[in-house]
């Protein structure tokens, strides 16, 4: 195991010159962070992706460049000795403006992974230099060369062997003498393209790396001072949790929890490396440590919300007591690799939400093709503007009274999808999104605020 932390910052935690100093602090303070990965400023993301889709307007194309170039630019002007740098971030804004301009022509995958990458190329730049210019003997590493994928572009697939031997010749050494700064969210194919782990990969990114150099520790910093007991802008009254499992964890990845990405604790999990959360802006509040075993385990612990859910419903008399339904329409999701996250079932009719993978954004479709041939087999009714809740906690199954308390509690909501016995861990369902914030409001009051 190597004798360092692995320290990841998000889009807040670098949005500016003042953010990337505080988080300079961050590594100043603890000489065990040699590795950091960084994603890119604040916004950026989705201006590049807005580009990506394509806008065939060029006025409005250039307007977007030109914010893009000033949020770099902002911080540039604050350095003592910005030439190089401004030099790499100017050749970057000259591949972003290439690849829009393409875009605008004809959208795909390949290309988008390749041009909503270059936020994190352009912030590791900047922030390396930052760190140069306050005394650390820091370097920028471009982790294309460590992070090897499939080529599934949007929501690439890790190739751990080729990670970890790359990440042993190349990363671990250099973390012996330097603070190595480098990309969360990106990683190469094969063929030397581009690829992205999907939105939100950059903690991701983070795990995979802190798993291939066997680092001591994940510190994962952000905008808030670790993980509540929900959304502490939707219920005010939400309390930080002080230690909290892998498994609570997982879930409230998996069912929106926005602080960590929900595959980011698979690395760390199967390298039991304990997990920090933290805020960049208030380190001193401290935040989350996310262990295997935890003191105590509470039956409820938290709430989590993710919007932009479509659910998928399917109808057939022919269901009835018969074989193979199923099997035929999870064949054809598979075929045009369509992601299911929650089902249920009744005698002729089963619900299904799509999982949201890659880096387009917004609710995930169901593909007109695989729809066809759905209908070929049944009726299919597409529902959008839903919002998924998940109660997340511990021996839910084992534990008398909790359903009466959950649902009473939500006697006024049309509840449209209830999802429960797969887990210990978890109680869910979706509901229209415009009540969706005061049902989780309600479910804090009576369930935590006591």
Not at 82 to 103: G, K, P
Not at 350 to 359: A, K, P, Y
Not at 430 to 444: G, N, T, W, Y
Request: glycine share 6%.
């Amino acid at each position: 195991m190597s004798l360092f932390n692995v320290a990841k910052f998000g889009g807040t935690s670098v949005a500016n010159f003042e953010a990337m100093s505080r988080c300079a602090d961050i590594i100043e303070n603890n000489p065990n962070t040699r590795l950091v990965v960084s994603s890119a400023c604040s916004g950026v993301t989705n201006f590049l992706v807005e580009l990506a889709n394509g806008i065939s307007d060029q006025a409005q194309r250039d307007q977007i460049l030109k914010r893009l170039d000033e949020i770099h630019q902002a911080i540039l002007n604050q350095l003592e000795d910005a030439n190089e740098t401004s030099v790499a971030v100017s050749h970057i804004l000259e591949t972003v403006s290439h690849l829009a301009e393409a875009a605008s022509i004809q959208s795909n995958k390949k290309l988008t992974d390749h041009l909503v990458a270059c936020g994190e190329l352009m912030s590791t730049h900047i922030f390396a230099q930052v760190l140069r210019e306050r005394g650390v003997k820091a370097t920028r590493v471009d982790i294309r060369d460590v992070l090897r994928t499939d080529s599934q572009f949007g929501k690439a697939e890790p190739n751990l062997d080729q990670i970890k031997s790359l990440a042993q010749q190349h990363l671990i050494p250099m973390c012996q003498d330097f603070v190595v700064v480098t990309q969360g969210f990106i990683g190469c194919d094969e063929d030397g393209n581009t690829t992205t782990l999907g939105r939100g990969g950059s903690d991701y990114s983070a795990a995979l790396i802190a798993e291939a150099v066997e680092a001591e520790g994940l510190e994962i910093w952000t905008d808030v001072p670790g993980i509540y007991t929900t959304d502490p802008r939707i219920a005010p009254k939400a309390t930080p949790i002080s230690e909290i499992s892998f498994s609570e964890a997982s879930e409230m990845a998996n069912f929106g929890a926005k602080i960590l990405h929900p595959s980011t604790l698979v690395p760390a999990l199967r390298h039991d490396i304990p997990v920090f959360v933290g805020s960049s802006k208030e380190p001193e509040k401290g935040g989350t440590w996310i262990r295997h075993q935890v003191e105590s385990s509470p039956l409820f612990r938290a709430l989590a919300l993710r919007c932009n859910q479509t659910m998928v419903t399917l109808r057939s008399v022919e269901m009835f007591h018969a074989y193979g339904f199923l099997a035929k329409v999870f064949e054809v999701l598979a075929k045009h690799k369509v992601s299911v996250d929650l089902i249920t079932t009744s005698e002729v009719s089963v619900s299904l939400t799509l999982d949201q993978t890659d880096t387009s954004g917004g609710a995930p479709q169901l593909p007109e093709q695989a729809r066809l041939e759905l209908e070929k087999l049944c009726t299919v009714e597409i529902e959008h503007n839903l919002c998924l809740v998940a109660l997340i906690g511990n021996n839910m199954s084992e534990s008398k009274g909790y359903a009466k308390q959950v649902f009473s509690t939500l006697e006024d909501f049309n509840l449209r999808m209830i999802c429960y016995g797969a887990s210990p861990h978890n109680l869910c369902f979706l509901l229209h999104e415009s009540v969706s914030k005061l049902a989780i409001q309600k479910l804090h009051q009576d369930l935590f605020e006591y």
